[in-house]
Structure formats: structure tokens, C-alpha cells
């Protein structure tokens, strides 16, 4: 551990690289949890798919290349397909357990989760996949620092996309019924807002974030039917440090997520990557809790 | 109305006409039983095998079948599908041969099957071939019944240790000043594959530079990749099974790495030249067998024949290259032929013996067993793919294609 820290401190440039990567990363981290705010605040349902659906988006892209349609055409197409299956799976499931308390609509979304992670085995396989462009890296300083181009598009189109549904939630009517029904669904109601089209409608635009973020990931990384956990552990991380309704601070979280986990990778090693992510979750109740605390006793 | 004793006399009237049909086939028949994965998740490697059983009891058949005492034998494979997990295939070892009366076994697919099938085996005293179990956890636990005719999994990579210290010695280089990095997931299978890398490298004397393990649900080596970037190793040695061999191969070309030497595991599985194209050029793939090894045998002729005849009999290979998995599994069943032979007897316990006794050279390599049963003949062959194929590169002895070194 030791030498790793000593290599950051005497060779900045590596160490550089990897906040590089990691923001880079945390762009998609971001996206992925963005969705899931969404979802959990205007609904209060906590998606357990929410991974599941970024690896299904993921697998539409790969496919439509098989086809050689380019993943800059095949992501939006993730996006759509995610959209409508998002919408069967609210009418089917999600609009029955809106209502109900925090574990049914838990048990609900875990059973969604392990279905589809099944029928993407038996639909694609069970083999890892990819889109492999095979582009040539950007190399500075001796090709000590390198910058991958497809991880610079996919944070571009993160940007892209999260600028899009923000300014999309801000202006248009239906955004504004959503953040209304949001703050309160029994007022919006009483306004005339039909809380079931917010509903499903949110809903949808989750999956379909999703699915356009797994099409990034899928010019990435590898993945395969049952990766999916991985990308809902570290939204769940980002929305809880985060907070529900706060924008700003879930991108700021994503991002800084990214560069936590490439930098603690280095230092303790590869294996802790992810045992990290959750530990920072830890560190992040802790720290609320020690801060809500102290807010209690001015009250007083 | 239920005629109770009507119903008994059906039930004696059919159980007698199975014994007897039982006992006709028991006369020119050898009737071998596995538990194999036909579904779930080893349903790819596991119907390989299954190929590789039903080609070789084929041929075996067709050459006349297994001579013992001047009689000839049928060999009949019995198969159950496992679903790839270990506790299915412990009930399915135990109906096979308490149900089926099965006396011989062929091996399940995968460490972890063969890790469940084995005390069932043991217990009952019944020899078992297997050729898709590599953990050496296998082979320490003391059994008697189990036999595998493949290379056990710490074998893996120790030739691609073996090899960086010749290479360095070539260039005139002390095999102390060969820096290695290790990434190995944490699993059994390559923690297997890392003890035997680890040994091997305190044997030549190299130094090890970076010991990297790698989680379950890799998607990234970042972290490990730097790290090679500052420290420079000669030598760069993955295993983590496809997922590993994919993203490592990726990642060294998108951080622009340079290493002169590097080899992995579970190439073929991971499709790399498919995939990553020629970004894959220059990797050494540990794999058991390849079709361009001068092995033979007078029943399957060369393993280039085997590998042709494979593709002309199977048509779902016609297309692809053979798996090793599929090669081992028709040397189980030649091993067993040749054992049956030798002791000259459908005696269990005296098979038992001639199984240990094996010596025999297959289409597959040598095979011979030591007293734990894992075959200590045949080596792991190591192959770099060049121009888009495999070529095989050492050990020397086997050698088609001469190593690219450095790796550009």
C-alpha cells in the first residue's frame, strides 16, 4: 500500500491519469444514478433493476453492431427500446406497488431484476461481450498519461444527455408535473395533474437513461447477463450521498465516485474496487448521521 | 377398483424383463455413467465434453470395441444433465450407480462437479476418468477412484515462467533482473493457476514487481495497469478466466503500454482475435491441448486428424476450431479402453490398478498418473497468437512457430 501511495506522490503525472479516468467514468456512474433519483423521489420506489436495465441497454447496442450500426446510432435506439420496456414493466408491475410500502415495491423491482438478468442469458448468451472500436488512445507526456477516446465520448454524451433531461425538467410542462408531483402527489393531483402519467412516465425516462448509459459502458467494458449489480451498488451509493432532488450534488457525487474508486483501486489494490464503493457508502451515512445529529441539539 | 396384486405382478412382471435386459447388455456391453452439464451456466463446456465422449466410444466401438479376454465389448455412455450445479451432480453420481448399476464413471464438467462427484465415487469404490476437473484441490484429498487425464490447473501458466527465463538468458540477462507483475482473480481455480506461477518464478529467481488480485465482477484494471506503467515489468501474467484475458488485452492497448512479454488464460473462451483483433497480436495463451502438437495414438491417428475428423463428423464444428475440452474428454474414454485391456477383467478394483498403472501416448500427449491421479506426463502448452492464429511457441519440444519477442 505503502509503495503504491509512494508511486502517486513521486510520478503526478500517473496519478493525474487516474482522476482523469476516473471523472471520465464517473460521468456514467452519475447518469445511471441520476435515473434512479428520479424514480426513488418522485416515486418513492427504489429500483433494484436499475443496473439490470443499463446491462439490457448495453446489450441492444452491442447487437444493433453486430448489425454494423455504430453505437453513436445505437444508443439512441437503446434509449427507446429501454423507454418502452420501461413503460410494460410500470403497467405491469410498478403501478401495483407504488402505493405499498418500501420493501414491497423492493421485492418487486429484486424479482424484475432477477428476471431479466435470466432471459438476457437465454437471449445473449452468457459469454462476456463488447464493442471493441479498437481506437487509438490520446498519449501525453510519453505516454505516461493516456486518454481513451471512447471513454471521452461516452462522458461527452453523459453530458450531454444529463444537460438534455435537466433543461427538459426544468421548461416543459410535463417536467414541471413531475417535479410538482415529486413534491407533493396529492396536491398535484388536486391540481389536475394525472399522477399516473407523471408516474409512468418517470418511470420510463429511468429506464431509458439507463439504456442509453449502458450503451456507453458497452464501448467500455465488458459485461455479461449478471454484471448488473454492480452499476445499481453504485448508483444506490450516489443517490444516498447525494440526496434525493439535488442535482448538482448527485453529478458532483458520480463523478467523484469515478476517481475514488480508480485512485483506491491503485492504492489497495484491484480486488477492493468495489468493496471501496461500499465502504464509502459507510463513511457517507456515518458522516450524515454525525451532521443530523448536531443539527438536532441546536434545534433544541 | 386399485387390484393391489395385480399391480405387484405388473411391477415384478416389468422390474424381471429389466434385470434380464439388464443382464443381455451386461454380457457385450461396458456401460460407462456420467453426470454432465448440458444445462445452465457450463452448458457450452459441458456439451464439448459430451462430443468428445460420444466420438470416442464411436471409434472405440468401430475398431472393434474393448478386448478383454478375447471377447469384445461395446462401450455405452449413460448420461444425466447435472445443471451445472455440484450438489445435483452428487445425487446424480449416486442414482448412476446405485440405480443404473454404472460401475465405471466418466468425469463431470468443471472443478467444482468433479469436486462434488468424487466422494460419491470414492465412497462406493468406483473408478472415475475424468477430463475437465483442473483444481489441484482435486488431487490432495487423498482419493483413490479419481484419475484425470489433463494437466492440473497450477500447471497453467508455470511454462510462461519457464519461458521469460529463457528468453532472458538468450538476451543475456540475469533471470534475477526479470521483473514479473501478477493479476489473478480471486477465485480457486486462478489462485490455483498462481501458486504454480509463484513457484515456478522462486525456482528461476525472478522478481515480482506487482501481485495484483482481481475481483469476481472485474469490469476494469486501471488501477493495475498504472502500476505497470511506473514499474515497467518484463513480464505480465493474467488469469481471470474470460472476463480477465478480455479486459487485460483491451486495457494495454488503450493505456499504451509496452510489455515485452505477456500470458493468460482462457484466450480462446474469450475470443480475443475476434474481438479485439490486432490488439490480441502477440499474447500467450496457456491451453491443454492444440491440434498442431505432434501427438498420436493408432486410434485417433494425429491430433490433426483428430481435429479433421472432428470437423467432418460434427457439423457444429465445421466452422470453428476444436476446444481442448472436447479433446480431453475422448482421451478419458481411450484411457479406459486401454486400461480395461490391460487388466483383462470387468473387476472393478483391478481396473482400478491398471488405471494407475497407465502409460500410455494419445492423439492428446502422454498420459500417466501419479499417485494422487492427475497426469503428470503432459506439459501445458503455451501458444502466441500471431497474424490472427494460434501458434503453438513452447515448451520448445512441441514448438510450430518460433516466440515474438519483444511483444510491440
Not at chain 2, 454432465?36 to 472393434?64: E, P, Q
Not at chain 2, 492497448?253 to 475470443?271: D, F, G, Q, R
Request: hydrophobic share 50%; aromatic share 10%.
Amino acid at each position: 500500500m505503502w509503495d503504491n501511495l509512494q508511486i502517486m506522490f513521486s510520478i503526478p503525472v500517473l496519478t493525474l491519469g487516474m482522476i482523469i479516468d476516473g471523472l471520465l467514468i464517473g460521468g456514467i456512474f452519475a447518469l445511471i444514478a441520476y435515473g434512479l433519483a428520479l424514480v426513488w423521489g418522485v416515486m418513492n420506489v427504489k429500483n433494484l433493476a436499475q443496473g439490470d436495465f443499463v446491462i439490457l441497454g448495453a446489450y441492444v447496442t452491442w447487437w444493433l453492431y453486430g448489425y454494423g450500426i455504430n453505437p453513436i446510432f445505437g444508443i439512441p435506439v437503446a434509449f427507446a427500446a429501454l423507454w418502452g420496456l420501461g413503460w410494460i414493466i410500470y403497467k405491469l408491475v410498478i403501478c401495483r406497488v407504488i402505493e405499498h410500502d418500501l420493501f414491497t415495491s423492493l421485492l418487486a423491482t429484486f424479482g424484475i431484476a432477477i428476471v431479466m438478468q435470466q432471459t438476457m442469458k437465454i437471449v445473449f448468451g452468457a459469454d462476456e461481450q463488447t464493442i471493441a472500436l479498437n481506437l487509438e488512445s490520446f498519449g501525453f507526456f510519453d505516454n505516461l498519461l493516456t486518454i481513451q477516446p471512447t471513454r471521452l465520448i461516452a462522458f461527452i454524451s453523459a453530458i450531454v444527455l444529463a444537460v438534455a433531461v435537466i433543461s427538459f425538467m426544468k421548461r416543459s410542462r410535463m417536467g414541471q408535473a413531475i417535479r410538482a408531483t415529486a413534491q407533493n402527489p396529492r396536491a398535484a393531483r388536486v391540481m389536475g395533474i394525472d399522477t399516473e402519467k407523471v408516474y409512468s412516465f418517470t418511470f420510463s425516462l429511468n429506464a431509458a437513461i439507463c439504456g442509453a448509459a449502458g450503451g456507453l459502458i458497452s464501448m467500455i467494458w465488458e459485461f455479461q447477463p449478471f454484471i448488473g449489480l454492480i452499476y445499481s451498488i453504485r448508483a444506490f451509493v450516489i443517490v444516498t450521498a447525494a440526496g434525493l432532488g439535488n442535482l448538482a450534488a448527485v453529478i458532483a457525487a458520480g463523478l467523484g465516485m469515478g476517481v475514488v474508486e480508480q485512485t483506491g483501486a491503485f492504492v489497495f489494490g484491484t480486488e477492493y474496487q468495489q468493496a471501496i464503493v461500499v465502504g464509502l457508502l459507510v463513511v457517507v451515512l456515518l458522516v450524515k448521521l454525525v451532521l443530523s445529529s448536531r443539527r438536532r441539539q441546536v434545534v433544541e | 377398483m386399485f387390484h393391489y396384486r395385480t399391480f405387484m405382478k405388473a411391477v415384478a412382471v416389468t422390474s424381471a424383463l429389466v434385470a434380464s435386459s439388464v443382464a443381455a447388455n451386461a454380457a457385450d456391453t461396458i456401460l460407462l455413467g456420467s453426470a454432465i452439464s448440458l444445462t445452465g451456466k457450463y452448458a457450452t463446456a459441458g456439451n464439448h465434453a459430451k462430443v468428445g465422449y460420444d466420438f470416442a466410444v464411436k471409434k472405440i466401438n468401430a475398431a472393434g470395441g474393448v478386448k478383454i479376454g478375447g471377447k469384445s465389448y461395446m462401450l455405452e455412455v449413460k448420461y444425466y444433465d447435472d445443471e451445472s450445479t455440484p450438489a445435483r451432480g452428487g445425487q446424480l453420481a449416486e442414482r448412476l450407480i446405485n440405480q443404473d448399476g454404472v460401475q465405471y464413471m466418466l468425469g463431470p464438467y468443471s472443478s467444482g462437479l468433479t469436486k462434488a462427484i468424487a466422494p460419491v465415487t470414492e465412497k462406493y469404490k468406483i473408478p472415475m476418468v475424468e477430463a475437465e476437473g483442473a483444481s489441484r484441490s482435486l488431487f490432495n484429498k487423498g482419493y483413490k477412484y479419481l484419475f484425470a487425464v489433463l494437466s492440473t490447473s497450477e500447471q497453467y501458466l508455470a511454462s510462461a515462467v519457464a519461458l521469460a527465463a529463457d528468453v532472458a538468458k538468450a538476451n543475456g540477462k540475469k533471470p534475477g533482473d526479470v521483473k514479473v507483475a501478477l493479476a489473478f482473480e480471486n477465485d480457486p481455480f486462478s489462485l490455483d493457476v498462481r501458486a504454480g506461477v509463484i513457484d515456478d518464478i522462486k525456482k528461476h529467481g525472478l522478481k515480482i514487481v506487482i501481485d495484483d488480485k482481481l475481483p469476481r465482477n472485474l469490469t476494469d484494471m486501471t488501477a493495475t495497469m498504472t502500476k505497470i506503467k511506473a514499474l515497467k515489468p518484463d513480464v505480465f501474467i493474467v488469469s481471470g478466466h474470460s472476463k480477465g484475458a478480455g479486459t487485460a488485452t483491451r486495457q494495454i492497448a488503450e493505456m499504451k503500454l509496452s510489455i515485452p512479454m505477456v500470458a493468460m488464460t482462457h484466450c480462446e473462451s474469450a475470443n480475443l482475435v475476434g474481438k479485439y483483433k490486432e490488439t490480441a497480436e502477440g499474447m500467450l495463451c496457456a491451453t491443454q491441448w492444440a491440434e498442431t502438437l505432434t501427438y498420436k495414438d493408432p486410434m485417433f491417428g494425429t491430433a490433426a486428424e483428430f481435429n479433421a475428423e472432428i470437423k467432418k463428423t460434427v457439423p457444429e464444428y465445421a466452422n470453428k476450431s476444436v476446444p481442448y475440452q472436447l479433446a480431453q474428454a475422448a482421451a478419458a474414454v481411450y484411457v479406459f479402453k486401454d486400461a480395461f485391456e490391460r487388466s483383462g477383467s470387468l473387476d472393478k478394483d483391478k481396473l482400478r490398478d491398471a488405471l494407475s498403472a497407465t502409460n500410455m501416448k494419445t492423439f492428446y500427449g502422454d498420459i500417466k498418473f501419479s499417485a494422487a491421479g492427475n497426469n503428470t506426463a503432459k506439459p501445458m502448452v503455451l501458444r502466441q497468437i500471431q497474424n490472427g492464429k494460434y501458434n503453438v511457441v513452447a515448451p520448445t519440444a512441441f514448438a510450430s512457430h518460433k516466440l515474438d519477442w519483444p511483444r510491440k
